[in-house]
């Protein structure tokens, strides 16, 4: 098995470890998380953070780990440009998740008892991200960065009953002196059976752009 192929099926297994957790916690309650239980969460961490790090470094030289093509990129770009210029734009496919993502991320809504996202594509607007992240004073290459950042192929499935989301375990540097973990929050309501990038939150972020 090539190295690339030894990481992400090492991915794959931590988001299936991280599922069987979450439905452990989800049995005790969090009053009753025992020592052991928030010592696994460090440990579950931590090893999506080497996970991280070490793929990262193999892709600097195998062209990237993104699910996210260059061409879809363009196109949250153009979205972007045209709503920093007043205009309206059309709703673009930017890509899919992985299949260890999309599995994990259904794993958990079926627990919580939430409908299982049905077509494994992702389509963008962007208007709220663009909203959100413009008032923080961040450019809209910024806001690229923050996209292909959170639509990494490493990006761990963080589901609650109010925000379905991935996020990029792997720290990265902004352009503002911050190491950044990039969120992306879907919709998976208004555009089934596809799920809509509906913003990105690039966590960490205490030195924010001078506007």
């Known amino acids: 098995m090539?190295?690339?192929d030894k990481f992400k099926a090492f991915n794959a297994h931590l988001q299936r470890c991280r599922c069987a957790h979450f439905r452990h916690c989800k049995r005790v309650g969090e009053g009753g998380k025992p020592r052991h239980t928030r010592l696994i969460e460090r440990v579950i961490l931590s090893l999506y953070e080497r996970c991280a790090e070490s793929?990262?470094?193999?892709?600097?030289?195998?062209g990237g780990a993104l699910p996210i093509s260059e061409d879809d990129l363009q196109n949250v770009r153009l979205n972007l440009t045209q709503l920093s210029a007043g205009e309206k734009p059309v709703m673009v496919v930017v890509g899919s998740l992985t299949d260890a993502q999309f599995n994990a991320v259904n794993a958990v809504r079926r627990q919580l008892g939430l409908h299982e996202i049905e077509q494994n594509?992702?389509?963008f607007i962007g208007r709220h991200l663009y909203n959100s992240r413009s008032a923080d004073g961040y450019t809209v290459e910024d806001m690229v960065d923050q996209v292909a950042s959170a639509l990494s192929a490493l990006s761990v499935a963080e589901v609650s009953v109010k925000m379905t989301c991935i996020q990029n375990p792997a720290a990265r540097p902004d352009r503002y002196g911050n190491q950044v973990r990039d969120r992306a929050v879907f919709e998976a309501t208004?555009?089934?059976p596809r799920m809509e990038l509906f913003s990105v939150i690039p966590k960490g972020d205490n030195i924010k752009p001078l506007k």
């Not at 793929?55 to 195998?62: A, I, Q, R």
């Open 2 to 4: 090539a190295g690339r």
């Open 55 to 62: 793929y990262m470094t193999l892709n600097d030289n195998e």
């Open 121 to 123: 594509e992702i389509v």
């Open 190 to 192: 208004s555009k089934k």
